[in-house]
C-alpha cells in the first residue's frame, strides 16, 4: 500500500519546476491561449508552481502566500470557454509527457486537471 502523496510519487520541487517550465512554454505558443497571458510569465508560473505543490498534497505555498486560491473566482477576469479549456488540457498532456510522468499516477492527476479546467470555464455562448 502506498501512502505517499500525489507530490512525492511524480518526484516532488523537482519534477514539478521542471513541468510548469514546460507547460507554459506550449501555453505562450497556443494560438486560443497565448493572449489571456501577460508577457512575461515570472508571475503566473510561480503562483502555479505553489498551487500545484499543494494541490497535489505538497506544502501549502499557495495558501500560505495568497490565502484560499478560489480559483474560479481569480480566472473571472479572463474570458474562458470550452475551447481555451481543451487548449489549456492540451499543453498540460504535453508537458506531462515530455516531463516524464506515467502510469497512474499520471491519469489520475489529468483527471483532476480535467475537472479544474472545465470548472474555469465561465462564458459559453462564443469561442473567442
Ligand atoms: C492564473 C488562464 C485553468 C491555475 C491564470 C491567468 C490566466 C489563466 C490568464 C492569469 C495570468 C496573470 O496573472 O495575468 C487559464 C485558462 C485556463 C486555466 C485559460 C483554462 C481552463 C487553470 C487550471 C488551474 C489554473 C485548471 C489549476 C490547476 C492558475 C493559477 C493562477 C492562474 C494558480 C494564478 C492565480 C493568482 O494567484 O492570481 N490562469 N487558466 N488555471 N491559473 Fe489559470
Given at each position: 500500500y502506498d501512502n505517499r502523496t500525489p507530490y512525492e510519487i511524480i518526484?516532488?520541487?523537482e519534477t514539478l519546476a521542471r513541468l510548469v517550465d514546460i507547460f507554459y512554454d506550449h501555453v505562450k505558443a497556443h494560438p486560443d491561449l497565448?493572449?489571456?497571458f501577460p508577457?512575461?510569465?515570472?508571475h503566473v508560473k510561480e503562483r502555479q508552481y505553489q498551487f500545484l505543490?499543494?494541490?497535489?498534497g505538497g506544502p501549502?505555498?499557495?495558501s500560505d502566500l495568497h490565502g484560499h486560491p478560489m480559483l474560479r473566482a481569480r480566472h473571472m477576469r479572463f474570458p474562458i470557454g470550452p475551447v481555451q479549456a481543451e487548449a489549456w488540457l492540451s499543453c498540460m498532456k504535453k508537458a506531462m509527457d515530455e516531463a516524464g510522468l506515467e502510469g497512474?499516477?499520471?491519469e489520475h492527476i489529468f483527471d483532476r486537471l480535467r475537472l479544474t479546467a472545465h470548472h474555469m470555464v465561465n462564458q459559453w455562448d462564443q469561442n473567442e
Open positions: 518526484g516532488g520541487a497565448a493572449r489571456l508577457e512575461d510569465f515570472t505543490t499543494q494541490f497535489l501549502t505555498l499557495y497512474e499516477i499520471r
